[in-house]
């Protein structure tokens, strides 16, 4: 085996002067990184839909209150619920709801109640979202008094939007989205519960939010005839603009509302929007706090942020969205609104709908 040499002590003391002279290049620029949070930083875990969170937002909220905030995006309400009723992994520490969800958490005993006391922000709201007990899911009886379960945040209409080019008169029913004239040129939400909703409303039944078990059959149907007739779905606005420019679409069910149409217009889509005769589903989201979260203190002062003026502004600017602290968006003070509610058995639905998604026939999406 060959023995190795020392290098020569020239070559020693240039490594050496190297050496330093890299130290002394990297120290300053080191130092000039942003601070990074300490192991011991505490973590807010938060759950929102797109666009309910910016940035800045988070920032402002990290500094104030020296912790890191770690966002999850959810894009549909069965996954939001897997999420926080998960039993492996950190538990999420706050999350965005709307109150027809709200109540199987409420019901399943996976949210707790809030200190609204604790929520300075809440006096800048508009009086009918601080009156909590007026708005159907968000206060419960207890011995100790009513106690209220999250704070509303932002709220929409679910309509139809067009393409102004392409549909030179405005869709005035929800029968449009079925209109075989406009097959391959229709978007829709990938989502069991609304899907059954619209569904049921094409029917004529009742109500959207119960349907009778000799009508899921007609309905099952009503959806594998939407899939024939969609050129896709989505789930998420920005996925939802996307194939609408891509393909050329005509019309699109706007499960985000506004949100969509603020998007598509800065994508210059001259788009119109409208509530149909039947009327739109709408939701009304808000800020809770799971059972098990870990930082209860923290989650009250986040929901007091997102309700500050910059997060408000933001919500309204950059995603077209409503808040709850300006007066009330004139497009949601009609009465032509259909506000949800819990569903007669949204697994159900979710497990129906994922086998029309796939393409199955009427008799395999139907089998036990």
């Known amino acids: 085996m060959a023995s190795l040499t020392p290098p020569p002590r020239r070559f020693v003391k240039l490594r050496r002067l190297l050496l330093r002279l ?8 080191l130092t000039s990184l942003p601070h990074t949070a300490r192991a011991d ?17 988070v920032r402002e909220f990290e500094a104030r209150h020296q912790v890191r905030v770690e966002l999850t995006v959810i894009d549909t309400d069965e996954a939001l619920w897997q999420k ?37 922000n809440i006096e800048r709201q508009q009086p009918r979202f601080r009156q909590t007990a007026a708005i159907p899911g968000l206060v419960r009886p207890s011995p100790h008094g009513e106690r209220v379960y999250a704070i509303p945040f932002t709220y929409s209409a679910m309509g139809l939007i067009y393409d102004k080019r392409q549909m030179q008169v405005p869709p005035s029913s929800i029968h449009a989205l079925w209109d075989p004239q406009w097959r391959g040129k229709v978007i829709a939400y990938n989502g069991g519960s609304h899907n059954f909703s619209l569904a049921a409303q094409t029917l004529g039944l009742t109500t959207p939010f119960h349907i009778p078990p000799d009508q899921l059959e007609p309905s099952v149907t009503k959806l594998i005839e939407l899939r024939r007739n969609a050129l896709g779905f989505y789930t998420q606005p920005e996925e939802s603009v996307h194939l609408f420019v891509r393909h050329k679409a005509a019309l699109m069910f706007a499960n985000y509302g506004m949100q969509q149409v603020h998007l598509l217009r800065a994508a210059g889509v001259d788009v119109g929007y409208v509530i149909p005769r039947e009327g739109a589903l709408a939701w009304l989201d808000c800020w809770a706090i799971p059972r098990d979260a870990h930082h209860a203190a923290l989650a009250h002062a986040w929901i007091n942020h997102l309700l500050d003026r910059t997060a408000s502004q933001l919500l309204v600017t950059r995603q077209g969205l409503a808040n ?15 506000w949800l509610q819990p569903v007669e058995d949204a697994a159900q639905r979710e497990r129906l709908w994922g086998r029309i998604h796939t393409g199955n026939r009427l008799s395999k999406v139907l089998t036990p």
């Not at 709850?324 to 259909?338: A, F, I, K, Y």
Request: aromatic share 6%; proline share 8%.
């Open 22 to 29: 890299g130290m002394s290049l990297c120290l300053p620029l």
């Open 41 to 57: 930083t505490p973590v807010l875990r938060v759950l929102a839909w797109p666009g309910y969170v910016e940035s800045e937002v």
């Open 84 to 120: 926080v009723t998960a039993t492996q992994g950190p538990a999420f520490d706050v999350f965005a709801v709307n109150t027809a969800e709200l109540q199987r958490y409420v019901a399943s005993n996976h949210v707790q109640p809030i200190d609204t006391t604790r929520i300075a």
């Open 324 to 338: 709850t602290v300006d007066p009330v968006d004139q497009r949601m003070g009609g009465s032509n609104l259909v």
